[in-house]
């Protein structure tokens, strides 16, 4: 037999494995098993959810790009009176006022 062909074997005993070991084949949840892939991914879906929350609306979104920008103005303005000033529009606009 060719080295190659050898080592070919060898991977695709590996590969096979590896998929073997990442597949969740069932999933126990309040004493009952569930193998159906989608039981399966309400129940991962519902235990993250619990975990971590759902996601909420929120009143008010940075815009990371506009603060990106207002912030190298704030290095720009070199007086105190102007940095104060920009700080209250800053605060402003933020609040949407």
Do not use: P
């Not at 069932?26 to 129940?43: C, P």
């Not at 519902?46 to 929350?53: A, H, V």
Request: a positive charge; proline letters at 0%; glycine letters at 6%.
């Amino acid at each position: 037999m060719r080295d190659g062909d050898a080592n070919t074997k060898l991977f695709q005993l590996d590969a096979q494995h590896k998929k073997r070991k990442n597949l969740i084949t069932r999933l126990v949840a309040d004493g009952q098993i569930y193998t159906n892939h989608e039981d399966k991914a309400r129940i991962v879906d519902d235990f993250y959810e619990g975990l971590l929350g759902t996601c909420m609306d929120r009143e008010y979104t940075i815009i990371l790009t506009e603060l990106g920008s207002m912030l190298l103005t704030w290095l720009i303005l070199s007086s105190h009176s102007q940095k104060r000033k920009f700080r209250q529009q800053l605060s402003n606009s933020l609040l949407g006022i």
